[in-house]
């Protein structure tokens, strides 16, 4: 099973500012890695897949890099109905398999 | 536009076996793949299986002596019946479809199903 670390487990950010999310995969998963956003009481919404690939209708500012064991998701200037947690999730390989989320919060 | 609803028993019992539904609108489910998904509250995801509008399945190793699920293509529906839960089982279950190999979008609301007596 590939084991998902996503680092910081919690991120302050001011409004307006850059976010940066980790994830690490235990063992490669090529670039089979997707993004989803989860606001509280709601269900996780898509938001990159393929590591790099916006899904439809996600705003500009979200944009993901990486491959291999490595992944970035990048907020570029944090909105307000941005702070929510984020999950990465692999599909290389089964099962497939969640990180545990890092919480962005309201600096 | 596709929209998914999760729908069943809010309260289960220990031993019992947990019975959801999902409804699918806006697409036919033939042609897809449709999963199930919980995440404990407070807590992280948990891909639970997939089933094809043919009825193949791939589940959980973690969960799979448990794990049935099913499709009802004339219904537009399919669905997850787990067995013998316990508390641990006690989760926010979605459903969703399974695109891109493995990526899930739609998801449904969500449904909290507790396991207690």
């Known amino acids: 099973e590939r084991v998902m670390t996503q680092s910081p487990a919690t991120l302050s950010v001011s409004p307006g500012e850059r976010a940066t999310l980790s994830c690490r995969a235990s063992?490669?998963?090529?670039?089979?890695l997707a993004w989803y956003q989860q606001r509280p009481g709601q269900a996780p919404r898509l938001l990159i897949y393929?590591?790099?690939i916006s899904a439809t209708g996600i705003p500009a500012r979200f944009s993901g890099s990486g491959s291999g064991t490595e992944f970035t998701l990048t907020i570029s200037i944090l909105q307000s109905e941005d702070f929510a947690v984020y999950y990465c999730?692999?599909?290389?390989?089964?099962?497939?398999?969640f990180g545990g989320g890092t919480k962005v919060e309201i600096k | 536009q596709v929209q998914m609803q999760e729908s069943g028993p809010g309260l289960v019992k220990p031993s019992e076996t947990l019975s959801l539904t999902c409804s699918v609108s806006?697409?036919?489910?033939?042609?897809?793949?449709w999963t199930w998904i919980r995440q404990p509250p407070g807590k992280g995801l948990e891909w639970i299986g997939y089933?094809?509008?043919?009825?193949?399945?791939n589940y959980n190793p973690s969960l799979k002596s448990r794990v049935t699920m099913s499709v009802d293509t004339s219904k537009n529906q399919f669905s997850l019946n787990l067995r013998s839960v316990t508390a641990a089982d006690t989760a926010v279950y979605y459903c969703?479809?399974?695109?891109?190999?493995?990526?899930?979008?739609?998801w449904g609301q969500g449904t909290l199903v507790t396991v207690s007596s």
């Open positions: 969703a479809r399974r695109i891109n190999g493995g990526v899930f979008d739609p």
């Open positions: 806006g697409d036919s489910i033939s042609g897809s793949f």
């Open positions: 089933i094809y509008y043919t009825g193949s399945t």
């Open positions: 063992q490669s998963v090529s670039d089979n």
């Open positions: 393929g590591a790099s």
């Open positions: 999730q692999q599909y290389n390989n089964w099962p497939l398999t």
